[in-house]
């Protein structure tokens, strides 16, 4: 199997994803699922967090802050934000689920530049749709570049049955400002139905990394460089969240050639 699919895991912990196991640089990743009453504490020495309380409701205290009953979607496809707080570099946040919880916990180096612990409110998740057609999708930014934080980005994507998504082809695996910019990236895959796939593919100019994947329910695909795009098949919808960071933090990508021409139609 390919490194850069990474499979979910039995028990609380269901994923884990560090620089180390990831071979890069900035980019953290972890899940975990809390059943009603059970607490988890979380502290990343050097690094910032930004704890998504993706599904369910959960009580979270940082920075001698305490927010209750963040979240409380019924899943990632609810039309409605999750729960989230940014906590800066080295801090501790503990996370008290009141029901069922898939809890995301996103890092990136940071100095603590960026706090204190914050809730993101919902009200700062803006909402987009990119595309047109089959290349619809509907996106919420949940840690965007123009609110504070060191490192990290973070974003949740929801694509129709059929749809294609990270579409044309884009990459941000150099620093060439203002054309592109250098960013690690994770895809942490859910289908409705749970039974669903997605392809991805990954590759580079150069073809030294040309991978498709097929990712299924609660999949992560590790984007180290080169363009990502994501098929969904006819009768399943597809839900991501990203989690980006690198140098510097700006979101600026570059189209595949071959592809672009479909946006100059």
């Given at each position: ?8 895991a039995d ?6 994803i560090?620089?180390?196991?990831a071979?890069?640089?900035?980019v953290?990743?972890a899940?975990?699922d809390?059943?009603a009453?059970e ?10 967090l930004?704890?998504?309380i993706a599904?369910?409701s959960a009580?979270v ?12 979607r019924?899943?990632?496809f ?15 946040v503990?996370?008290?689920?009141i029901?069922t919880?898939e809890?995301?916990?996103c890092?990136?180096?940071g ?7 914050r ?9 987009e749709v990119?595309g047109e057609?089959t290349?619809t999708r509907?996106v919420r930014?949940?840690?965007p570049?123009d609110?504070?934080?060191?490192g990290?980005?973070?974003?949740e994507?929801?694509t129709?049955?059929?749809n294609?998504s990270s579409?044309?082809p884009h990459?941000h ?7 592109e ?8 895959h859910?289908l409705?139905?749970?039974?669903g796939?997605?392809h991805?593919r990954?590759?580079?100019?150069d073809?030294s990394l040309?991978e498709?994947?097929?990712?299924e ?5 590790l984007v180290?460089e080169?363009y990502?795009p994501v098929g969904v098949p006819h009768g399943?919808t597809s839900?991501y969240?990203?989690v ?6 700006k979101?600026?990508f570059?189209n ?7 946006l100059?139609?």
């Amino acid at each position: 199997m390919s490194h850069l699919l990474v499979k979910p895991a039995d028990g609380q912990a269901v994923h884990n994803i560090t620089p180390a196991s990831a071979k890069w640089e900035y980019v953290g990743f972890a899940l975990y699922d809390l059943a009603a009453g059970e607490s988890i504490q979380l502290q990343q020495e050097g690094r910032e967090l930004c704890v998504v309380i993706a599904s369910g409701s959960a009580n979270v205290t940082a920075s001698n802050e305490r927010w209750e009953n963040i979240g409380g979607r019924v899943s990632v496809f609810e039309d409605k934000a999750p729960g989230a707080v940014y906590v800066p570099a080295s801090e501790t946040v503990t996370i008290t689920a009141i029901d069922t919880v898939e809890l995301a916990v996103c890092s990136a180096p940071g100095k603590g530049l960026s706090g204190p612990a914050r809730l993101i409110k919902a009200s700062k998740m803006s909402q987009e749709v990119r595309g047109e057609g089959t290349n619809t999708r509907y996106v919420r930014n949940i840690l965007p570049e123009d609110e504070p934080a060191d490192g990290l980005l973070v974003v949740e994507v929801v694509t129709p049955s059929g749809n294609w998504s990270s579409y044309p082809p884009h990459k941000h695996d150099r620093t060439d400002l203002p054309n592109e910019t250098k960013l690690e990236e994770t895809y942490y895959h859910r289908l409705n139905p749970s039974s669903g796939y997605v392809h991805q593919r990954v590759y580079t100019d150069d073809r030294s990394l040309d991978e498709t994947l097929s990712a299924e329910d609660r999949d992560v695909v590790l984007v180290p460089e080169g363009y990502h795009p994501v098929g969904v098949p006819h009768g399943y919808t597809s839900y991501y969240l990203n989690v980006m960071a690198g140098p510097i933090r700006k979101w600026h990508f570059y189209n595949d050639p071959a592809h672009e021409w479909m946006l100059k139609k």
